[in-house]
């Protein structure tokens, strides 16, 4: 059985807030384990967050949707956007090795991503960024 959402955002902070309760919904209505559920917040929020804070050049209102899907033991996740062209797969890892008060800030969201998501793919569609991840369903 599949089961999907689509959500539109505005480019706004608040947005998140209202992504998370439909997602919990999402997860509940797909019984969802609390590990899945978490995963999918986390990398939802960090990509929803990174593209309302660096992907506009102005301060027009632009949407983002967010298209989730369950199906055959797999959530999938598609985030679309208007901004400027930015792929987060090019994002060099992170040295974790140096003290966290000297390591340059940012690029922990996407390495937390790539580690809780278990696909990610992206590509450029026109002038839309187009992001999608997947996450096994059928694991605790």
Do not use: C, W
């Not at 209505?29 to 506009?56: D, H, M, Q, R, W």
């Not at 922990?108 to 992001?131: A, S, T």
Request: hydrophobic content about 35%.
């Amino acid at each position: 059985m599949s089961k999907q959402i689509y959500i539109e955002l505005k480019n706004d902070l608040s947005e998140i807030n209202r992504l998370s309760t439909k997602l919990n919904d999402f997860a509940e209505a797909n019984n969802l384990s609390p590990k899945i559920l978490f995963a999918l917040n986390l990398s939802l929020e960090e990509v929803i967050t990174n593209v309302i804070s660096y992907g506009f050049e102005d301060d027009k209102e632009h949407q983002i949707l967010v298209h989730i899907n369950s199906i055959e033991g797999e959530i999938s996740v598609e985030i679309e956007d208007d901004g400027k062209p930015f792929n987060p797969l090019q994002v060099d890892e992170p040295d974790l090795t140096i003290p966290l008060e000297e390591r340059p800030i940012g690029g922990l969201g996407i390495h937390l991503i790539r580690n809780y998501m278990d696909d990610l793919e992206y590509k450029r569609d026109g002038y839309r960024n187009i992001l999608k991840m997947k996450k096994k369903s059928n694991t605790n």
